[in-house]
């Protein structure tokens, strides 16, 4: 069974840092990348960033590069997003997943979904 529960969340105006939490929890071998989602509203979900647990290999989506960072702590089972220089167009909610599928680079799919954490980004 694997648990995924965000924290963080919120509200902050234009040109503000937030960071997110998700506290994970099950065997890792039900899987191998963890990392975050995201969806807007009217919009579809889209892949934000993920990390591997093993070899820290990172992966963005190009429209977060240089503005969001993922870290993990093993040993307290957590992995963060940090996320700067937020627009409106980030507002959506932010969701933690585990057993990611990338290909190509891009952020496609996973097995696990936490239940989503609101970040509004407004002035």
């Known amino acids: 069974q694997v648990q995924l529960v965000e924290s963080g969340g919120g509200l902050v105006q234009p040109g503000r840092s937030l960071r997110l939490s998700c506290a994970h929890s099950?065997?890792?071998?039900?899987?191998?990348?963890i990392g975050w989602f995201r969806q807007a509203p009217g919009k579809q979900r889209e892949g934000v960033a993920c990390?591997?647990?093993?070899?820290?290999?990172?992966y963005y989506a190009d429209s977060m590069k240089g503005r969001f960072t993922i870290s993990k702590d093993n040993a307290k089972n957590m992995v963060y997003l940090q996320m700067d220089s937020l627009q409106p167009g980030d507002t959506a909610v932010y969701y933690c997943?585990?057993?990611?599928?990338?290909?190509?680079?891009?952020?496609?799919?996973?097995?696990?979904w936490g239940q989503g954490t609101q970040v509004t980004v407004s002035s």
């Open positions: 997943v585990a057993d990611v599928t990338v290909i190509g680079g891009r952020i496609l799919a996973a097995g696990y």
């Open positions: 099950g065997s890792r071998l039900h899987y191998y990348t």
């Open positions: 990390i591997s647990t093993y070899d820290d290999k990172t």
